[in-house]
């Protein structure tokens, strides 16, 4: 079922100076989003795809084309805090959103807004911390946590408007490699277990990897789209946009080129290790 | 820089702890009315034994409470000296040349020297005991009749509680801009007054762009996460007054009146 669509949407930034032509960010993408699915927007600086993903849930207005939610287009203003609700969103400094002065202050701002009552925020903050295993920072000031237990209180915040899609605009960027760790697998738990639709926008390959559905945006449009098996097995054009190959895919391309017939692109190392000892035990 | 004890909060369940923020801020509202009527010794004793109560009630160590004033002893001092040589009697105490000490001056100078600690100390207890989203908390639902009047009392609330978040936030930052500039060789340290405030300025700038970037971030997160003003919003936490803030409001009004009655007989 499609929960989200991009019918030919545009969008540009006004111009830096008097005189100057308009940014233009987004050219033409058409996108849509499954119910359920795992979709990953890849791309490098200034590829147009964080600018893309805020046009998803109403923060940006497309300048042409058209953006809807369920049913709701998003620039129909009487439905702007419906689609909010709806389509939650991560952001990549952890610090820059968060409101509160303590973790489940700030995992109840999104309700509060909502006009929930006390009882049932009370309710659902609880069950947004645990989901995320926070529970027990909830008092705590969120100055005191880590990058990565800050990105899973902002995961906690929107989970707990229970929405049905979840935007993350590089939401690893700014973490270490453990914080990121503890993000991506909090992120892939909720899309397999819970069936929350996520839309992930990173310039890392490895979460990409990760994804059922991979676009790769440049210059503010998407050029390729498919599995995250179909779209790296094309190393040539992969390279050429600047992004890197996971390093199994590489070594096989190599393997190929030196005449090796290396079968099904293996992209993990036990994948490569299982085609290797298949390739042996021929010789 | 971190290490700030101004506002520090100490979380606990005591009586003190337990009150409803908006009767904790009205007591210290009506303890401040209290602190510039006092006219005489005995005023002071009763508010020192309301104080030294409520910090009893609070498990709250009086030494700690004394350490609050400590910022602020230059300006009691100052304040003490002051009212000692520039308050005239009839018959001075001791004249050394121009300078002559009243009995008058020098009862007028510990009474002010003590209704600045007694200030101090009395606010201090409140912060220690609340924390400061149930200031803001109570705050807002204390002002709210003026949202009448178009008085922006969520706003301002709002705004307190976003500059209490990014407290550490920007300290944190300040930390690191001034260790980067450190490292490229600028001096924080030496020189005077001059000096050191224009050694501040490579620290100001990249600080209040940094803020104007976490504010933009902030607003778009906010937005959202569907924040769309105070209208039809609603807490998590509500506020109710129980039993123990209509003791405390008793006691409270027990000062009051022995205060007041000072003002009137003595």
Partial sequence: ?????????????????????????????????????FLCILGHNGSGKSTFIKLLNGLYLPKSGSVTVGVWDTTDESHTWDIRQKVGMIFQNPDNQIVATVVEEDVAF???????????????????????????????????????????????????????????????????????????????????????????????????????????ME?????????PREVFAQTETVKALGLDVPPMLELSERLKNDGIAVRGDPMTIEEMAQELCRLKSEI | ???????????????????????????????????????????????????????????????????????????????????????????????????KIYPEGVRFAVMMALRLIFLLMGTSLLTLTTSPMALTDALERLLKPLNKLHFPVHELSMMMTIALRFIPTLMEETDKIMKAQAARGADFDTGNLIDKAKAMLPLLVPLFVSAFRRADDLALAMEARCYHGGDRRTRMKELHYAKIDGIAAALTLLATLGIVAERIFL
């Fill in chain 1, 110 to 216: 999104g309700l509060e807004n909502m006009g929930v009552e006390p009882a049932e925020i009370r309710r659902r903050v609880d069950k947004a911390l645990s989901t995320v295993n926070m529970t027990e920072y909830a008092k705590q000031s969120p100055s005191r946590l880590s990058g990565g237990q800050k990105q899973r209180v902002a995961i906690a915040g929107v989970l707990a408007m229970k929405p049905d899609v979840l935007l993350m605009d590089e939401p690893t960027a700014m973490l270490d490699p453990s914080g990121r760790k503890e993000v991506m697998d909090t992120v892939e738990q909720l899309n397999r277990e819970k069936g929350l639709t996520v839309v992930l926008v990173t310039h890392f390959m490895e979460e990409a990897m990760r994804a059922d559905r991979l676009c790769v």
């Fill in chain 2, 1 to 99: 820089m971190r290490e700030m004890t101004i506002g520090q909060f100490f979380p606990g369940t005591s009586f003190v702890h337990r009150l409803d923020p908006r009767t904790k801020l009205l007591i210290m509202l009506a303890y401040i009315v209290l602190v510039f009527l006092v006219k005489g010794f005995v005023g002071y004793g009763v508010l020192a034994v309301f104080l030294l109560a409520a910090c009893l009630s609070a498990k709250v160590k009086i030494g700690y409470l004394l350490k609050t004033i400590k910022p602020i002893i230059v300006i009691v001092f100052i304040t003490f000296v002051l009212n000692l040589f520039f308050t005239e009697g009839e018959t001075p105490w001791l004249s050394l040349g121009p300078v």
């Fill in chain 1, 219 to 227: 210059k503010g449009s998407i050029v390729l789209e498919g599995t």
């Fill in chain 1, 1 to 37: 079922m499609e929960i989200l669509r991009a019918n030919d949407v545009s969008f540009e930034y006004d111009a830096p100076e008097e005189g100057k032509p308009a940014v233009k960010a987004v050219k033409n993408v058409s996108l849509s989003v499954q119910q359920g699915e």
